[in-house]
Structures are given as C-alpha cells and as structure tokens.
C-alpha cells in the first residue's frame, strides 16, 4: 500500500513558474513508477507526465518542453517543475504509484487528494 500526499499548488500569471511535489509512503518507493495527472473542471482526468525508478521519463505533448518530473529515492517524492504556465494548465494535478507495467502505461493504482494549481491570464 502507497499513500500519496500532494502539495505547492497555488495561483500564479501565465508564463511563470510553479512547482508541486508529492511525498510517498512505502519502503519500496524506488520500484514504483509515479506520475502526474491533472483535472480541469468539466474535462476527464489527463496524463501529464512519468517517471521510471532509475529517472526515465515521458510528458504529454502539451506541457513537454515546459513541464520537468524528477524523483527522490531518498526522500521518497516526486516533483513536478512547471514553466512557462498557460492559463490552459489550471486543474487540479494528482500524484500516482503503480509498481508494475512500463512507462508509457497510464494506469496507476494509488493516487493522491490532488493539489491546486490556478494559472491567471
């Protein structure tokens, strides 16, 4: 079992910068791929980006370039650096674990309660 818990979202102006982490419960958090997804009113849930144990990642088209994944081992996190935000990057962004599959899969196990993140025009 895996518990995820999201924070650093907030407000910010188009074209600057946010980033939002998620730290991890689990003794075994370096075999687990994580990712971030995100939520807009009225939309489904979307991929964002993915990150493998040993740091091999993968984006969305629409936030590659402007969006970096990384990943703690130690200290158990994931974080998302975003840059150059657009107002279209408004939703709330939910950390995922799942242990097995490959990273290009988009289904994930755990989930966290999901972070804020409002980008003003």
């Known amino acids: 079992q895996v518990q995820l818990v999201e924070s650093g979202g907030g407000l910010v102006q188009a074209g600057g910068s946010l980033s939002v982490s998620c730290a991890a419960s689990g003794r075994t958090f370096n075999r687990y791929y994580m990712g971030w997804f995100r939520q807009s009113p009225g939309k489904e849930r979307e991929f964002v980006a993915a990150i493998n144990w040993s740091g091999s990642t993968t984006y969305a088209t629409s936030v590659k370039g402007r969006f970096t994944i990384s990943r703690d081992n130690v200290r158990n996190a994931v974080h998302l650096q975003m840059n150059s935000l657009k107002v279209e990057d408004t939703a709330v962004y939910y950390c995922?674990?799942?242990?097995?599959?490959?990273?290009?899969?988009?289904?994930?196990?755990?989930w966290g309660q999901g972070t804020q993140v409002t980008v003003s025009s």
């Open positions: 995922a674990a799942r242990e097995g599959g490959n990273l290009f899969s988009r289904m994930y196990d755990y």
